[in-house]
């Protein structure tokens, strides 16, 4: 199976393997992969991941369920594609190019204030570096599903610019990160970035 949603994965067998819950056919399904702990497993909860697997019966409890049993797991092609062209028209926004009709790129404070609350988070139980796949994992395990890449990316660079994070990119989408404590409330609207992009969608709308 190609493409296929990643709900979870959770760790099985005293963390040996992995049980990973996919949504198949619109049904969530069971995919075990022996031998593998999850971090061993090459996609998040709330990727995507092509399978190649057997089928087996689950009998347990007297219910007998269907479960796949993984033999190779990786991340979609399918989703790497859209990923790189992601990472391509971030580089061209930031160079200036237009935006088009319906692109969700301007981070709202909502977004970014879950942003923030994460890297504080993880800051403060010790954690000062990440990769942009594990921050859109996270805030969507948290409940900031509407983030996406392309949010995430400007609300780095807008909380950046308001100098209340410290932000250097070690290797290509990995950052090392310092919450700067802050005696007051942050004024959003102090980003140029952020007026920038409003200016940008504003002129794309009215230009709809």
Known sequence: LRDVPVCDVIPVGAGKHSRMIVKCGGRETTAIVFSRAPAAIPVFGGERADLLFSLDINEFNGNRTVQMICRDVRHSEKELAEHEAEKRRFAELREGARMTAGEDVVPG????????????????????????????????????????YMKLRFSLLILQELNVLSLEETEE????????????????????????LRSMQKQEQSNV
Request: hydrophobic share 40%; glycine share 4%.
């Open 109 to 148: 404070r909502a977004d970014i204030t879950a942003v923030y609350t994460l890297l504080r988070r993880e800051s403060r139980i010790g954690n000062a570096e990440m990769s942009v796949r594990v921050m859109l994992a996270l805030l969507a395990e948290s409940g900031a599903k509407a983030i996406n």
């Open 173 to 196: 989408e990995y950052y090392s990160f310092r919450v700067i404590p802050t005696p007051a409330k942050t004024d959003l609207e102090r980003s140029g970035i952020l007026r920038s």
